[in-house]
Every structure is written in C-alpha cells, then in structure tokens.
C-alpha cells in the first residue's frame, strides 16, 4: 500500500546508483507539473528511515516543484531482499546495465555475497552476475561520477572507451584525462569515439588540445583531410583505405575476443585456431612493414 510521506524525510543514500537522464526528466517535470505524481516512489525502511530505491527523478521533480509530500511505497526492511526484488523486475523498472551492477556490488560488498549467492537468488547464470561485476571494479570514482550524473554518455564508455582501455592497456589516469575534457559538452557518440581515437591513438600535441577544452575546433579540423584527395594516387588511396580497415579490424577483434562466454562452440574454436595460427605466422613482417611504413612518413 502507497502512502504520502514528506519528501524531506526520504533518505537518498542510493541516489548515486540511478543513472540521471536530463531530457527524461525535463520530460517528467512537465508531467508532474501537469497531473501530480501518479506511480509511487519505492524504498526500504532501515532504523526508521525510508531509504528511497526507485524513484529519484520524481523525488527530484517533486523537489523543484516545491511538493512536500509525495506517494511512497514501502518494500519491507531487509535492504538485500529489496535490492533483489529491484533487480528481479530491472525490465519493468527500466535498470541499465550500469545500474544493475552498482547493485549487485552493492550486494556483494555490503552483504558479502558471492557471485554463487547473488546469481542463485536472481535465478541468473554466475556469467551474468560477473558480467555486471566486471563493469564497474576497474572503474575510476571520476568516471563512475560522470556516467551516473549523465554526464558522460553509457555507450561511449561501454563500446568505446573499453575498448580503447583493452588497446592501449593504459593507467586509468588516461581514461580520467579523458573523461574529465569530453564530459558535460553536449557532445554526440560520434564525436566522442573521433575525440577518442584521437587522443588514445594520435601525439601527445593533439591530446593536449582535448585537455585545454579545444573540442569544436579540433573535430573540425579532424574531419578535414589534410590535403586535396587528388594529392594521392589510386594507388595510395587504396592502401590508406586499407590501413582504415586494419585499423577498425584490429579494435573489434580485442573487443569481441574478450567476450569469453560467447565464443563456446567447438566449430568455432577449430577456425579460429587454424586463423590465428595463420595471422600469428605473418605477425612479425606484418609489423615489421608497418614499423618502416610509419617511420618513413614520420619523416616526410
């Protein structure tokens, strides 16, 4: 049963666990507006306090609007039990990825729960658990601030950043740098994975430039080649076209091979082996040819 509870009394401790989406909730702010709130905030109570799980862009709403009290439903007093439940229904609730994994970290170091514990009481594989897991532990706090303010677009971060972090093995310091220069700009995915590209691949001149904040200027110039296409040949066309498409070869392989728990069917391990194999045996003048090819346009 849906109570009213007055909105200064809801404890906000998880807050930081729900992804904040500034259109949604420009969107929902209208509707308050309009017709009140009509789906009831959820919580746990926890000594005495109404500890809010779901519900946070309507607490926010209710809270610009000036209302001092708002619809709350409570699920119960144990804190795991209604994380799970949360999570049970994360389809219905609309739970990002992201989401669910501060949870079930959540689960597992507060409530010291194995992976076992966590993917038997959600009736899900350990996989999917460890997935969730893994998102979230390598993560750096200044990242983990400016995804969940959505400040920082999810995407960019799960199939972008990721896989830059997988290529360049680089410290999180990097990653931070990055983050910190691109967040909070508006900015398109598109943008980001050239920005990306740019400073995890190119000189060090050119991610300075994304650490002053010199975005809008070099993602023009980016997009401008650097001489009339007719200043090469067909010939030189043709391999430039060529190193593109190692390139983009290259960053989805690493990506892909670190997906382990799709990669499980024997057909599929006996071509890989009899490809890699293959690739392996041509690896050194592979990267031998491109050694020379860089060090003599360096000179150019």
Not at 8 to 32: H, M, P, Q, T
Not at 270 to 288: D, E, G, K, N
Request: include cysteine.
């Amino acid at each position: 049963m849906a109570k009213e509870v007055d909105l200064a009394s809801l404890d906000l401790r998880y807050e930081c666990f729900r992804l904040k989406a500034e259109a949604v909730e420009g969107r929902l702010l209208v509707s308050i507006a309009e017709g009140g709130i009509h789906e009831p905030l959820e919580g746990v109570e926890v000594d005495g306090r109404n500890v809010l799980l779901n519900g946070f862009k309507r607490y926010r709403c209710a809270r610009q609007l000036h209302l001092a009290t708002v619809p709350y439903r409570s699920l119960g007093q144990d804190q795991a039990a209604a994380i799970l439940g949360l999570l049970r229904t994360c389809q219905d609730r609309a739970l990002s990825i992201l989401e669910q994994a501060a949870f079930i970290g959540e689960l597992k170091k507060t409530h010291h729960w194995t992976v076992a514990d966590i993917a038997a009481r959600l009736s899900r594989s350990k996989a999917w658990v460890s997935v969730r897991l893994g998102l979230l532990e390598p993560m750096s706090e200044l990242v983990r601030r400016q995804l969940f303010a959505g400040a920082f677009p999810v995407y960019c971060y799960m199939y972008v950043l990721r896989r830059f972090m997988r290529l360049n093995r680089e410290g999180s310091g990097a990653v931070d740098e990055f983050v910190a220069a691109v967040s909070g700009k508006g900015l398109s995915v598109r943008q980001i994975e050239e920005l990306a590209q740019g400073f995890f691949g190119g000189p060090e001149s050119l991610r300075e430039e994304i650490r002053q904040g010199n975005l809008a200027l070099l993602l023009e110039r980016m997009r401008q080649p650097p001489q009339s296409p007719d200043a090469c040949s067909p010939f030189e066309r043709v391999l430039l076209q060529e190193l593109v498409l190692v390139q983009k070869s290259m960053q989805r392989v690493i990506g892909n091979s670190q997906e382990q728990h799709k990669l499980l069917s024997r057909a599929f391990h006996a071509q890989c082996h009899l490809l890699t194999a293959s690739i392996l045996s041509h690896a050194p003048v592979f990267v031998h040819t491109l050694k020379q090819l860089h060090d003599r346009n360096r000179q150019a």
